[in-house]
């Protein structure tokens, strides 16, 4: 299971726009998981199908699914990685390399194109940002990466 912060933005009935961090996005949860699935209902092939990076991890990666998590206050991005075996660091670090761009390029550039319907108006969710503060985590980086976060991070 990897871990990543998600971003947003809010455009109102007027057209302004917001940003917003996962602090804000657990208020809408439901919803993003809602549009997650309904983007992938249609769709029989699973992510990692589009895994062509590294034999090694190829042969031992199973499935890849996109997801939402809200953990310590704040949603996040889950992909789930089943796994055929452990990886090891140097396959872990192409997987996580892979997952980054998919979040930034493929899946993710996709998804954040799609407004989701919420009462504070069209909400589109980022799996990806250029900010120092994203990467790919596993729980307990996540851990420590909420740790040094603090109360940094802005919301709407």
Known sequence: ????????????????SSPVDGRFLKSYAWAVENA????????????????????????????????????????FGRIECSLKE??????TEILTDWISGQNSDGYGE??????????????YVSFWNSGDNY?????????????NQGMTMGGM
Request: with cysteine.
């Open 135 to 147: 990467s790919i985590m596993t729980r307990d980086e996540l851990d420590e990466y909420i740790d």
């Open 36 to 75: 997650l699935e309904a983007d992938t209902a249609d769709d029989e092939m699973d992510m990692a199908e589009f895994f062509d990076e590294d034999d090694s991890v190829k042969a031992k990666l199973v499935s890849a699914k996109w997801g939402v998590e809200t953990y310590r206050g704040r949603l």
């Open 1 to 16: 299971m990897f871990y990543c912060p998600l971003v947003g933005e809010v455009t109102d009935d007027e057209g302004f």
């Open 110 to 123: 996709h998804f954040e194109q799609q407004p989701i319907d919420t009462e504070d108006g069209d909400l």
């Open 86 to 91: 452990e990886l090891t660091d140097a396959e």
